[in-house]
């Protein structure tokens, strides 16, 4: 492995630390740097899974079902999923608190009902005995997907309940969202989240391609980085900076002559960085390196979505044999600047594949 790509070198069962991010970003952007936690709670769940699990009891056997769908589709197996979700106390708290995960997984049951008919009428005969919250979440699905005859189904709820009519008619006025208003170009942090729900409902290559594509995004902290040394400073700001990236970043930055002696993404080996620091030490450097350098809270989300398109992939090589047959095969086509994570997903997940096996 390629020394200089040092951040993959970090172990595998990643948690951002939430008033990291918090300190990092100034207190500004507490609600975008929730969405990355939802990121790193998809990709830690199902860590010894290999298949869909049938008897769903527990949140946790929520997650290795939904992670490991398309290795094993059950339709069948959906509406057990969907009724332990919407009568769990998750689900009231996410309700509450964490709507892009309930969005999240609404995709997912959506997208498994757009490729298997029966879950439709399922879900309306599920319709019928939920609850108000419950619901919503129905609506939510369906406005992913729905055919005419879920569409006849609420116009007939509208005639039998009056009460019920504004509701049910704003549904069903909302355009159909579907996978192409999902599985796009990455513009933001939260996409991610969806594609990832694209892959393990389908298996598909195309948003593996689009999550690879975030590490062609030019290199945002080698750019400030490289900026900053070409203006002029004081001899004491100069060895702060030069021992900050040696001690932390592991980098070894020439400051006298302008050189970064490193080749790989900094966006991602900074993200890295934060991601792993002391719990009792919590970011500091991370703040000094935001300050130092001048990156903007956009900057910042920008940095994290890279990374976190990293680290997703590097994880799920490691877990899901598909990404990494994936990731091969775009190593294998691309020739632009996401080769050099390319690459080291690959050599770092055949590390860890040698590793099981021993």
């Known amino acids: 492995?390629?020394?200089?790509?040092?951040?993959?070198?970090?172990?595998?069962?990643?948690?951002?630390?939430?008033?990291?991010?918090?300190?990092?970003?100034?207190?500004?952007?507490?609600?975008?740097?929730?969405?990355?936690?939802?990121?790193?709670?998809?990709?830690?769940?199902?860590?010894?899974?290999?298949?869909?699990?049938?008897?769903?009891?527990?949140?946790?056997?929520?997650?290795?079902?939904?992670?490991?769908?398309?290795?094993?589709?059950?339709?069948?197996?959906?509406?057990?999923?969907?009724?332990?979700?919407?009568?769990?106390?998750?689900?009231?708290?996410?309700?509450?608190?964490?709507?892009?995960?309930?969005?999240?997984?609404a995709y997912f049951f959506g997208r498994v009902a757009e490729l298997s008919p029966k879950l439709r009428r399922d879900y309306e005969k599920m319709y019928d005995k939920a609850d108000e919250k419950s619901k919503v979440f129905f609506w939510k699905i369906f406005s992913v997907y729905r055919d005419p005859t879920t569409e006849k189904f609420f116009k007939a709820k509208m005639n039998a309940d009056p009460t019920q009519k504004v509701v049910l008619q704003n549904m069903l006025n909302q355009p159909l969202k579907g996978k192409q208003f999902f599985v796009k170009d990455v513009q933001g942090l939260n996409q991610l989240d969806f594609l990832w729900m694209e892959f393990f409902a389908t298996g598909s290559r195309e948003p593996i391609q689009k999550i690879i594509d975030v590490l062609n995004w030019k290199d945002i902290f080698r750019n400030k980085l490289q900026d900053w040394l070409l203006t002029s400073h004081t001899q004491e700001d100069k060895d702060r900076l030069s021992q900050l990236s040696r001690n932390d970043l592991k980098v070894n930055v020439e400051v006298d002559r302008a050189r970064i002696n490193y080749f790989g993404d900094m966006d991602c080996l900074y993200f890295s960085f934060i991601r792993t620091s002391s719990f009792h030490q919590p970011a500091k450097v991370g703040i000094e390196f935001k300050q130092i350098l001048g990156l903007s809270d956009k900057d910042f989300v920008y940095i994290i979505t890279k990374g976190a398109a990293f680290l997703g992939l590097l994880s799920n090589a490691q877990k899901h044999p598909k990404v990494l047959e994936f990731c091969n095969q775009e190593l294998k086509s691309r020739k632009d600047k996401s080769n050099a994570e390319l690459q080291n997903i690959v050599n770092a997940a055949g590390t860890a594949k040698k590793r099981i096996r021993l």
């Open 1 to 105: 492995m390629d020394k200089n790509l040092n951040y993959a070198k970090m172990p595998m069962d990643f948690k951002l630390n939430r008033k990291k991010v918090i300190e990092l970003s100034g207190g500004n952007l507490m609600n975008t740097f929730r969405k990355i936690l939802l990121v790193i709670f998809l990709l830690s769940s199902g860590l010894f899974s290999t298949v869909a699990q049938a008897d769903i009891t527990s949140e946790e056997e929520l997650n290795k079902f939904v992670t490991h769908y398309y290795q094993n589709p059950q339709p069948n197996q959906i509406p057990q999923a969907v009724k332990y979700f919407i009568s769990s106390a998750e689900f009231k708290r996410y309700m509450q608190t964490n709507q892009h995960l309930v969005e999240m997984l």
